[in-house]
């Protein structure tokens, strides 16, 4: 039943800022059970978590880019986005929203590829 969908361009240019939005159905985003979170997978690596949402608003962040990282929600559209500034190459991954509980991730996406270059 429930299903998340991540959307956003495919390609994003050096020092811009990358955003994408994960679209939820089958469960509201504001449900206290939940957290909601993006995690990525650069070609070649494993799979980084970047943070996550609490249904209350509040964030969270991998210290390596909580620099950098927004994550922010529009419970109206049951939606929750990710902006990632000052992108480099580096940054080029297939990004994951998921759905987050007892610590872990689950009700994934299917992922969506981000390229980071001229």
């Known amino acids: 039943q429930v299903q998340l969908q991540e959307s956003g361009p495919g390609l994003v240019k050096p020092s811009q800022t990358l955003s994408l939005t994960c679209t939820v159905s089958?469960?509201?985003?504001?449900?206290?059970?939940?957290?909601w979170s993006w995690i990525r997978q650069p070609p070649g690596k494993g799979l980084e978590w970047m943070g996550y949402i609490w249904a209350d608003g509040t964030a969270n962040y991998s210290p390596s880019l909580k620099s950098r990282t927004s994550i922010s929600r529009d419970t109206s559209k049951n939606q929750f986005s990710l902006q990632l500034r000052s992108v480099t190459p580096e940054d080029t991954a297939v990004y994951y929203c998921?759905?987050?509980?007892?610590?872990?991730?689950?009700?994934w996406g299917q992922g969506t590829q981000v390229t980071v270059s001229t």
């Open positions: 998921a759905r987050r509980n007892y610590n872990t991730e689950s009700g």
């Open positions: 089958g469960v509201s985003i504001t449900n206290r059970d939940y957290a």
